[in-house]
């Protein structure tokens, strides 16, 4: 018999080790984690690793001979500044290999009788706002605002959004019998801070960036303006809306795209909030047109009143729960 597992894409990045951290603490799941770097020794032995691609069918069609399939986080992508570097790459990995793996959940729903729950963490990036005054005056945009992303990032995960909907909904809607389809969930984050790793790739990465740099004692040259404001998140925040989107069962959930949130912060009071805590920190503004036009297109805020609704949604970090309970005191240890 097939053993019953979660897989974890991209489980080397910034959520996938602290999802594994958190989802190996009970033993009560086999993960199965995929990332084309290996994980950090710290994880050793929380799950099967497989060093691959997620492009890669062939490997996915061995795993579903030895595990059943029952969620699927997929968080492997590119992010936003890493994309506009190589967009058709990124529209490869972004999209199709997200295809790929819709595929797979679709077959094995079928074949088990059972939805595969599909997460999806999307972001900020769906959202193009047309200017500063728009983004000021409409600051908590709900899910159906200003689609329009300006990033091939940001399309790929709106399309994404869609393709899951699609897969959940109207898979094989021509049918002589309605297939089994797959339950997909998908969560709008925003900028998000660890304490114990770096993000590399993304354009919300001068906030963290900005507060590792000070705990090393190290200048740091911000890439947007200081009135730049985006949502953000402390790490934790953002696994604990994972599972709880995960754990809740379908007929309480109105949409299968939510919006989380915690506090927004222009980039000079995020400064602020480091200078606070490290009085020594040496914080410079040295916009890069591209990377500022970026984070201008992406709201202020986001409204999150439906997973509040749905689901039960708070955030447990408020900006001085995040700095002072979460982020400083891990961050200053890991750089002891
Ligand atoms: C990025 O900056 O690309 C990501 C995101 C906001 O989704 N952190």
């Not at 602290?18 to 033993?27: C, F, N, T």
């Not at 990032?153 to 094989?172: P, R, V």
């Not at 998000?192 to 740091?220: K, N, R």
Request: glycine share 6%; hydrophobic share 40%; net charge negative.
């Amino acid at each position: 018999m097939r053993k019953k597992a979660i897989l974890i894409t991209g489980a080397a990045g910034e959520i996938g080790q602290a999802l594994i951290e958190q989802l190996s603490a009970s033993g009560e799941y086999i993960l199965l984690t995929l990332d084309l770097h290996p994980l950090p020794e710290a994880l050793d032995g929380r799950s099967v690793h497989m060093i691959g691609d997620i492009l890669d069918q062939k490997l996915f069609a061995r795993l579903v001979t030895e595990y059943e399939l029952d969620t699927i986080f997929h968080l492997a992508a590119l992010l936003s500044t890493r994309s506009e570097f190589s967009p058709e790459l990124a529209h490869q990995v972004n999209v199709n290999g997200t295809l790929n793996l819709m595929q797979l959940a679709a077959a094995q729903s079928q074949q088990r009788g059972k939805p595969v729950r599909f997460i999806f963490p999307s972001s900020i990036a769906v959202y193009g706002m047309p200017d500063l005054k728009t983004k000021a005056r409409d600051f908590y945009v709900r899910e159906w605002d200003w689609n329009y992303p300006t990033t091939m990032y940001g399309c790929n995960k709106l399309y994404c959004e869609q393709l899951g909907s699609y897969y959940s909904h109207n898979y094989q809607q021509l049918a002589e019998t309605t297939p089994t389809m797959l339950d997909f969930r998908s969560i709008r984050f925003p900028g998000l801070i660890s304490a114990f790793t770096v993000p590399s790739g993304g354009t919300s990465d001068y906030g963290p960036e900005m507060l590792h740099a000070a705990a090393q004692g190290v200048p740091y040259s911000c890439f947007v303006r200081q009135d730049s404001t985006i949502p953000f998140m402390a790490m934790p925040d953002a696994i604990t809306s994972l599972l709880q989107l995960w754990e809740t069962p379908r007929s309480e959930l109105s949409r299968t795209v939510y919006n989380v949130t915690s506090f927004s912060l222009s980039a000079a009071e995020f400064k602020a909030e480091v200078e606070k805590r490290f009085p020594q920190a040496e914080v410079s503004f040295d916009p890069d047109l591209q990377r500022q036009g970026i984070v201008d297109s992406w709201p202020a805020g986001l409204n999150d009143k439906q997973a509040r609704r749905d689901w039960g949604w708070q955030p447990a970090y408020d900006v001085a729960r995040a700095f002072d309970d979460y982020l400083v005191p891990n961050i200053q240890e890991r750089y002891r």
